[in-house]
């Protein structure tokens, strides 16, 4: 008998620099909290989309190329990006991944993201400045439950990766990275804190 895992679903964590980026993590942190004083568009629509919190997707969506320190943030996600598509057996040879989108995302309490995935985009990502303990972590779905077949329930204490959901929690520091047909969601902010992160699309077209 052979039983063999056939496509997998690769994800990709890891600390931005091994011996931490406090300096930059607090410059950045900064700018995203004066990006929401001073973005008033992006204000305006979060009240729409966004509800309770603060993004700059639908104004500033392109921050590394207007800000010195986001632009630092992508040189430093450029290695990773590399290195996990290495891991995929993407062939690259005639054409790089490249940053498309980065955007801010603030997340005060009861504040949730819901299900999605990033079109024409090849991976994408989100890195954490602020996760106050508590604080909801990244719920990536098993691709196949869009599918709609009749699967019966997991056991309980199924192995993670059989299950329908995975929860990759949300650590300051810490970067997350996934194809970006990957459907995936950020629960309600149960905690006061505000949970900060910075989110990037990476394209090979």
Known sequence: MTI??????????????????LALDRRLLAECHQLRADDAAGRRWSIENYHGGYTSYGSVS???TVSPTFAALERKLDGHVARFARSLAFDLK???LAMTDCWVNIMPRRVAHGLHL????SISGTYYLATPPGAPGLKL???RLERMMAAPPRRAGARGDLGPWVVIP???GTL???ESWLRH?????RVAGERVSVSFNYSWF
Do not use: I, K
């Not at 063999?4 to 980026?21: D, E, I, K, N, Q």
């Not at 990033?118 to 985009?121: E, G, N, T």
């Not at 969601?185 to 902010?189: F, L």
């Open 4 to 21: 063999r895992s056939l496509f997998p679903t690769r994800v990709y964590t890891a600390r931005l620099r091994p011996g931490g980026s």
């Open 141 to 143: 779905e098993d691709p």
């Open 176 to 178: 997350v990275l996934f």
């Open 170 to 172: 949300a650590r300051a």
């Open 62 to 64: 392109r921050v590394q």
């Open 185 to 189: 969601e950020v629960p309600a902010n």
């Open 94 to 96: 005639d054409r790089a």
């Open 118 to 121: 990033h079109p024409l985009s």
